[in-house]
């Protein structure tokens, strides 16, 4: 056996059930709670966080990032006065 002390967090993705499973604690699971659709976090008996789990995670990990480029993009875009090849410009 191992004197290798495990660092967390971890991260392990089932690929063939498509589940990402976030580790902070070793700590028993004693409830969960759904905070999203396919995204439940898991709990200890004090009720603090000790993982996460993502089912239909590519999907999921999809759209959550391109909905965040495309926010920070939105942004970036409306606060632009006028772009050139190079990108935004601010002054005129």
Do not use: W
């Amino acid at each position: 056996m191992s004197n290798i002390k495990q660092q967390f967090p971890q991260m392990n993705y089932f690929k063939e059930e498509d589940i990402l499973h976030l580790l902070i604690s070793e700590e028993a699971e004693a409830g969960s709670v759904e905070i999203s659709p396919n995204v439940t976090a898991e709990l200890n008996a004090a009720g603090e966080l000790i993982g996460v789990e993502i089912i239909n995670a590519s999907t999921y990990m999809r759209d959550f990032i391109l909905e965040s480029a495309q926010a920070k993009l939105l942004n970036l875009v409306s606060s632009c006065k006028s772009f050139s090849p190079v990108g935004c410009v601010n002054e005129m």
